[in-house]
C-alpha cells in the first residue's frame, strides 16, 4: 500500500516541480514492473500447484492494487501533467522572451560595437589634430618668445629715444626760458608766425602732464624740480609766464583761441598740483595767472572761464611762501574786481576758515592780502 501514499502525496501537492512528476513516474514504472513480476511469480506458482486456496485471493488483491495505480495514473495525468504543460508552456515563453531579449542586446550590442569603432575613428582623428595643434602652439610659443626679446629690444631702444628726447626737449625748454628774459627775444617769438604752433605745443605737454601724473586721489605724483621730465614742464611754462609779463604776449595769449585754451589749462592744472612737491610748476603757473588778471581782458576772461576761486582755494594751506603770496594777490584782485553778483557766487568756492587760519599764522604782506580778501568777502555776505 505503499504505492497508495506515494499517489497521494502527489495529488496533494500542487506546488510540485517538473523533477518531482519524473521521479513519480520512475516510481510508478518500478511497482509496475513488480506487479508484473509478482504475476509471474504467482502464475508459475499457479501451474504447478493448483490447489493453492489463496491464489484467488492473492490475484483479487493484486487486481486492486492494479486498479489503485491505474486511478493514481490517470489521476496523474488529469491533475499533474496539465501543470507540468503549463510549466513547460511558461518555460517556453520565458525563453521566447529571453531570445528575444537576446536578439534585442546583440542588435544594440552590434549598434554600440558600430558606435564605439566610430568614436575611435573619430578619437584617432582628434589625436591627430591635437597633436597637430600641440606643435603649432610650440611654434606660436617660440615665435611669442622671439617676439617677447625683439619687443624687449624695441623698448630699451624707445626708452633711450625717449630719454634722449625728454632730455633734449628739457634743454631747449629751459634754454628757451632763459632766452625770453630778454624783452627783445620775446618781441621776436611774438612777431614770430610759429607762435601759435608754439602755444599748441605747450598746451599739449601741459595736457600730456597731467594725465600722465594726476592719480586716483586727484594728486598728482609729479617728478622733482631736477628732474628731466620736470625741467622739460617748467622750461614751457615759464616761456609763457615771461611772454606774458609783457603787454604784447597777454594781448596774444587772450585774443587767440590756441592761448585761451592754455590758458584753460593752466586754471585746471592748478586745482590738482600738489604742494609742496609741486611747488616749482605752481610758482609759474600763478605768476602767469597773475600777469593776466590784472588786464581787464584777463580778468574778464578768467570770470568767463570760471574755477578760478576753487582752483587757487582748494591748495592754498601748505603751499611755500611765494606761492602763498601769488595765490593772495591773485584772489585779492578777483575779489575786489569782479561784479557783486560774481563774487557772492564766489564765495563759497574760496577758504575762508584757512584765509582766517592765515592771519592769526602769517604776518606782513601774507597777513594783509588775507584780511583784505576777508573784508572784500564780508561786503557781499
Not at 569603432?117 to 617660440?142: D, G, M, P, T
Not at 620736470?230 to 592761448?259: D, K, Q, Y
Not at 599764522?361 to 557781499?380: P, R, S, T, W
Amino acid at each position: 500500500m505503499s504505492m497508495g501514499a506515494k499517489i497521494e502525496c502527489q495529488h496533494s501537492s500542487e506546488g510540485m516541480i517538473m523533477d518531482d512528476d519524473v521521479i513519480l513516474f520512475n516510481d510508478i514504472s518500478k511497482t509496475l514492473s513488480t506487479i508484473t513480476s509478482n504475476l509471474s511469480l504467482i502464475s508459475k506458482c499457479a501451474a504447478e500447484n493448483p490447489q493453492l486456496e489463496d491464489l484467488e485471493k492473492e490475484i483479487k488483491q493484486l487486481d486492486n492494487e492494479t486498479q489503485a495505480i491505474k486511478n493514481g495514473v490517470l489521476e496523474i495525468i488529469e491533475v499533474c501533467l496539465p501543470k507540468v504543460d503549463s510549466g513547460i508552456h511558461h518555460i517556453q515563453s520565458e525563453l521566447k522572451s529571453t531570445e528575444i531579449s537576446m536578439t534585442q542586446a546583440i542588435r544594440t550590442s552590434k549598434k554600440y560595437s558600430a558606435e564605439t569603432q566610430a568614436l575611435r575613428e573619430e578619437a584617432k582623428v582628434l589625436k591627430s589634430q591635437f597633436s597637430s595643434q600641440e606643435n603649432l602652439i610650440s611654434s606660436l610659443k617660440k615665435d611669442i618668445i622671439r617676439k617677447n626679446e625683439q619687443l624687449k629690444i624695441l623698448q630699451d631702444q624707445l626708452a633711450q629715444e625717449r630719454n634722449m628726447c625728454t632730455s633734449i626737449g628739457s634743454t631747449l625748454a629751459c634754454m628757451l626760458w632763459r632766452a625770453c628774459r630778454e624783452s627783445e627775444v620775446v618781441t621776436s617769438m611774438l612777431s614770430w608766425y610759429k607762435f601759435p604752433e608754439f602755444l599748441k605745443i605747450a598746451t599739449g605737454t601741459l595736457e600730456s602732464f597731467n594725465n600722465t601724473y594726476i592719480i586716483d586721489s586727484n594728486e598728482m605724483a609729479i617728478p622733482i624740480a631736477g628732474s628731466e621730465e620736470g625741467h622739460f614742464v617748467a622750461g614751457m611754462i615759464g616761456t609763457v609766464t615771461n611772454m606774458s609779463a609783457s603787454p604784447s604776449g597777454r594781448e596774444i595769449l587772450l585774443g587767440s583761441e590756441s592761448g585761451q585754451q592754455l590758458l584753460a589749462c593752466i586754471v585746471e592744472t592748478l586745482a590738482f598740483i600738489p604742494s609742496p612737491r609741486g611747488d616749482y610748476l605752481r610758482r609759474l603757473l600763478l605768476m602767469t595767472v597773475y600777469n593776466i588778471i590784472i588786464e581787464e581782458a584777463g580778468l574778464e576772461f578768467l570770470l568767463k572761464l570760471g574755477g578760478l576761486p576753487l582752483a587757487l582755494g582748494k591748495k592754498i594751506m601748505g603751499q611755500e611762501e611765494e606761492c602763498l603770496t601769488l595765490s593772495l594777490h591773485i584772489l585779492a584782485l578777483y575779489s575786489s574786481s569782479v561784479p557783486l553778483q560774481t563774487l557772492k557766487q564766489a564765495f563759497k568756492q574760496i577758504p575762508v576758515e584757512d584765509l582766517k587760519k592765515i592771519t592769526i599764522a602769517e604776518q606782513g604782506q601774507n597777513c594783509m592780502l588775507a584780511k583784505e580778501i576777508l573784508q572784500n568777502l564780508q561786503n557781499v555776505a
